[in-house]
């Protein structure tokens, strides 16, 4: 027996069962489309800096650091 034979009890069970799958079309419309581009999620702004929302002392120093790099930057151009 091959593995696409399927025995005969096997095949009375399954033939016991009517199942209606829906149709499902594989391809989108235009306006379906512009839909999924419109309505998908954003990019999160502070992906860049790695932050997550455990990281309390990220959202602490990344201000104090650039407020002294602020502070020091004339310094570089006298």
Known sequence: ??????PD???NRLDE???EVP??????????R?????????KD??????????SITHLAFYPLIFVLFLFFA???FI
């Open 9 to 11: 009890q096997l095949q």
């Open 17 to 19: 069962f009517h199942v």
């Open 34 to 42: 512009l839909a999924n581009w419109i309505y998908s999620p954003a």
């Open 1 to 6: 027996m091959s593995k696409r034979d399927i």
């Open 45 to 54: 702004p502070l992906e860049i800096f790695r932050i997550s929302g455990i």
């Open 74 to 76: 004339p310094i570089f």
């Open 23 to 32: 149709e499902i079309p594989m391809k989108s419309s235009k306006l379906e």
